[in-house]
């Protein structure tokens, strides 16, 4: 069945209105794709961004730029971070704690429920998105559900800028920061069939180029799309809708790329996602290898 295509949607953190702001100040924004929420809080020291056990049914993941420091708690496990790093929390009760003033994001899925509905684009996703594959969930990692921390430092790699996470809901892929405006003759523009992927810059600018496919259903072509935007922001990507991303500007710049469920091209790349040992594959992909 062919679906109409959707438009992307931005979420300009450092300028538009947040979602709510909290009683010491601390400010939250939320922007959603068909499958994923994602959670920018420029929070202030002491804020408790907590999770219940009612409100959270899955796992998520808790990013630390290099400059925000934070305790993450979940059950009995409890890891203090400087910044730069990844946590995988599991379902159920939770907390991050900021240790002194800073970004922090969370990215769950879509199936915590409350975050999606406070989302700038709830609205867009009431359809439910037919055009998205359902989220599947993959096994559950070794050892159970539980706190997983990442140091992103020590999974830095000389063959590749990627640094891929993945969860059994999620994965993100945590890319090195950029030292230099992107080369215009290596673009990499390319499609995805029935996922989004949504583009989290920390740092830089970044210029979001987006063409739509025709359909038979001429009234509905849009234009290209060249959306020049800051950081920190997200850029959505809707299915089928050809992209790329150009850093501009001056250096550093970082994105964040995400997606749910994990990938299965990616997943496929021996070596290629950090802790792929501790998640394990679906047995359709597994029996592929």
């Keep these: 069945m062919n679906h109409p295509i959707r438009a992307s949607r931005s979420a300009r953190f450092y300028e538009d209105p947040p979602a709510w702001q909290d009683a010491d100040g601390t400010r939250h924004w939320v922007i959603r794709g068909g499958t994923f929420v994602v959670v920018a809080t420029q929070a202030l020291e002491g804020a408790v961004l907590a999770r219940s056990a009612a409100e959270q049914p899955d796992e998520y993941m808790v990013l630390l730029p290099e400059v925000t420091r934070a305790r993450v708690a979940a059950g009995a496990d409890t890891v203090s971070s400087d910044g730069d790093s990844l946590s995988i929390l599991p379902p159920g009760a939770s907390s991050v704690i900021a240790a002194g003033a800073g970004w922090i994001y969370r990215v769950f899925s879509h199936r915590a429920k409350d975050l999606a509905a406070r989302a700038s684009n709830a609205a867009d996703y009431a359809d439910g998105a037919p055009e998205l594959a359902p989220l599947e969930y993959w096994p559950e ?9 990442y140091r992103l430092a020590e999974h830095a790699r000389s063959d590749t800028t990627m640094r891929l996470f993945r969860s059994t809901n999620l994965m993100i892929n945590v890319f090195l920061p950029g030292q230099a405006p992107r080369d215009v003759r290596k673009m990499t523009p390319h499609s995805h069939a029935d996922f989004e992927q949504g583009s989290l810059a920390l740092r830089g600018s970044y210029v979001h180029h987006l063409r739509y496919p025709w359909t038979p259903d001429m009234p509905s072509w849009r234009e290209d799309e060249h959306a020049r935007i800051g950081s920190p922001s997200l850029c959505l990507m809707p299915a089928k809708v050809i992209h790329t991303s150009q850093s501009v500007g001056e250096p550093p710049m970082q994105l964040v790329d995400i997606f749910s469920p994990p990938r299965d091209d990616f997943s496929l790349k021996p070596g290629l996602v950090c802790n792929a040992d501790e998640y394990p ?9």
Excluded at 141 to 149: D, E, Q, S
Excluded at 281 to 289: F, I
């Design 141 to 149: 990692p070794v050892g159970g559900f539980k706190l997983r921390h």
């Design 281 to 289: 594959l679906p047995q359709r992909l597994a029996d592929a290898v």
